[in-house]
């Protein structure tokens, strides 16, 4: 089946810095991937749709000046937390789209957990 | 923009007892889609329904699609311990989760 991966898994950084994340489909093409953000105890949050050589598309309310996302081939989509804040800690997750029967269906990487100190 | 409610939001269960999630959406969807995420995990997808009216089962686990497509509602028969997590139902035009029902099992 569809699998997609994340890396980091998690990661902890000081106030200030910059964490990259990268998703990825293993076995198959994606020219479409998107971002997803769970704070504890919530739903998922759909913060942005990554396009293959495009520009992504940005949620209201998310910046995309501050969450950088660059899908630079059909199997790589990375989101970049700048300056990132104690606020920003939470579980990011990408999916992707796969067509499996008679639709689409979402596949989930394993998520990254961020906590920002 | 598309809302998707689900309720209960939280739900406890003595084990061996049936448990209903109901997912509501504020739109018409062209399917849904079930998700399961244990405590610390991942959303993982259990299943996708596309045809009004439809009904599937995957052992003890029930799912229905409402003849209008716009609601859905997950059945599990004599939960179990594995059973435990949360529940999101999906709407994939809009890529939006259900609020998700938690479900504990007490031994």
């Known amino acids: 089946g569809a699998v997609v991966s994340q890396h980091p898994s998690w990661v902890i950084c000081k106030s200030g810095t910059s964490v990259k994340i990268e998703c990825r489909s293993l076995?198959?093409?994606?020219?479409?991937m998107f971002w997803y953000r769970q704070f504890p105890k919530q739903s998922l949050m759909l913060m942005a749709t990554s396009n293959e050589g495009s520009k992504a598309t940005y949620e209201q309310g998310v910046e995309k000046d501050k969450f950088l996302i660059n899908h630079a081939s059909l199997t790589l989509s990375t989101l970049t937390v700048t300056s990132a804040h104690p606020e920003d800690s939470s579980f990011y997750i990408c999916?992707?789209?796969?067509?499996?029967?008679?639709?689409?269906?979402?596949?989930f990487g394993p998520g990254t957990r961020l906590l920002v100190l | 923009g598309q809302q998707v409610m689900q309720i209960p939001q939280y739900q406890h269960v003595q084990e061996g007892e049936d448990f209903t999630t109901y997912c509501n959406s504020s739109t018409t969807l062209s399917n849904i889609q079930w998700y399961k995420q244990r405590p610390g995990g991942h959303p993982v997808f259990l299943i996708q329904?596309?045809?009004?009216?439809e009904v599937k089962k995957q052992k003890r686990l029930t799912f229905q699609f409402g003849e209008a497509k716009k609601n859905s509602s997950l059945h599990i028969t004599a939960t179990q311990t594995t059973d435990v997590g949360t529940y999101f139902c999906?709407?994939?035009?809009?890529?939006?989760f259900g609020t998700g029902t938690r479900l504990t099992i007490i031994p």
């Open positions: 999916s992707a789209n796969a067509y499996v029967g008679v639709g689409e269906t979402q596949y």
């Open positions: 076995d198959f093409q994606a020219t479409t």
């Open positions: 999906f709407g994939n035009e809009k890529l939006t």
């Open positions: 329904l596309v045809k009004s009216g």
